[in-house]
């Protein structure tokens, strides 16, 4: 079994664990999925960027998921971060319901127990 990166306007529906990553950089989706090669248990990782500018598609992803990521570097998706389910990761601190991390992969580790 693997892990699944989709995008809009795809939704699968194998039975991972469900996540949602808003705004992660190129860099942070490579690392996520190298680590993804080598763990267990598999995903379903949605992955959103603003530009994608789906917010119906990023809404359907959101409900799926039991956790969503978002790089709050800016402040485009700070009302997602309301969400109890939600995690965020970047230079600025949110007064929400999110529990900040420190980076997307955090998420993932302490999921696994991968250091």
């Known amino acids: 079994m693997h892990s699944n990166f989709i995008t809009p306007p795809d939704f699968v529906d194998e039975p991972l664990v469900t996540v ?5 950089t190129l860099d942070e989706v490579e690392l996520l999925a190298r680590m993804c ?5 598999q ?5 959103y960027r603003s530009e994608m500018n789906d917010s119906e598609w990023l809404q359907k992803a959101i409900e799926l ?3 969503v990521i978002v790089n709050a570097t800016t ?10 389910k939600s995690f965020y990761y970047g230079d ?4 929400s319901r999110a529990t900040k991390i420190p980076t997307v992969l955090h998420y993932f580790t302490f999921k696994t127990g991968v250091k």
């Open 20 to 24: 949602t990553v808003v705004n992660a």
């Open 37 to 41: 090669e080598n763990t267990d248990p």
């Open 43 to 47: 995903y379903n990782i949605y992955l």
């Open 65 to 67: 998921s039991e956790a």
């Open 75 to 84: 402040p485009d998706f700070d009302d997602i971060c309301d969400l109890e």
């Open 92 to 95: 600025r601190d949110i007064i």
